[in-house]
């Protein structure tokens, strides 16, 4: 049997600071990465260009299952056009948490997820990495912080892509989509049993991902 790359897995609430972590543990590994929200978020936002109803199980799957969409140079192609900025915004961001709900998306995407585990190995952020995606996942992270700092990192993010929201929207919204995402039956959000549980609220980018990178050496 040939042995499966290494994957280390990073879930957490929006805002947690996942996708910043994951980007630097990978660079400093030389691993491949995987943004899994993207590709809800790509769903989401292909189901809206296309008219398709939140409410339309089947259809909701089939946009996840033919999804036509490159990831090139840091850029991110959907049939062809560039998104890369347009599925950042929180509007797609609550709309892809609506979609993700849905259990035909979910396995939809599952076989594209776990193709990119490929060698020399494989970061994977998200909300179910741990405890449905790869489930045997060596090394899992469960990273989280108070809804008022992920709020405000969430606001520095959106600021520097130019979109300007108020703090007290940002702090509502990421606690009507932690309640979404953790109260779902399918894949809901949270740690698996045997991960690393991580509370960034008062670390810095770099202690978290020193603090990571530990765990993976061992
Ligand atoms: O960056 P942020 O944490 O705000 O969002 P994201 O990781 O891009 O994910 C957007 C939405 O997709 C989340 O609110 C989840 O509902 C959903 N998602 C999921 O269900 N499973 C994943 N593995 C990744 C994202």
Not at 38 to 65: C, H, M, P, W
Not at 168 to 184: K, Q
Request: hydrophobic share 40%; glycine share 6%; with cysteine.
């Amino acid at each position: 049997m040939t042995q499966q790359a290494p994957v280390i897995t990073i879930d957490g609430p929006a805002g947690s600071g996942k996708g910043t972590i994951a980007k630097l543990v990978a660079k400093k590994l030389g691993w491949h990465i995987l943004d899994s929200g993207v590709l809800y978020r790509l769903t989401a936002y292909a189901a809206l260009q296309k008219n398709i109803s939140f409410d339309d199980e089947d259809g909701l799957a089939q946009v996840a299952r033919t999804l036509d969409v490159v990831f090139a140079d840091g850029e991110i192609l959907l049939e062809g056009q560039k998104v890369t900025e347009a599925i950042r915004s929180q509007e797609c961001g609550n709309a892809a948490s609506k979609v993700a709900a849905c259990g035909k998306v979910r396995e939809a995407l599952l076989q594209r997820q776990r193709d990119f585990r490929q060698a020399p190995g494989l970061v994977a952020d998200g909300r179910d990495m741990g405890t449905v995606v790869f489930k045997d996942a060596p090394v899992k992270i469960y990273l989280t912080a108070s809804a008022k700092e992920r709020a405000k990192r969430r606001l520095n993010q959106l600021k520097e892509i130019g979109i300007n929201v108020s703090l007290t929207r940002l702090i509502r919204e990421i606690e009507e989509r932690d309640d979404r995402d953790m109260n779902r039956s399918e894949a809901p959000l949270k740690p698996a049993e045997d991960a690393i549980c991580i509370d960034s609220s008062d670390m810095s980018i770099e202690q978290v991902v020193n603090k990571v990178i530990v765990f993976i050496d061992k």
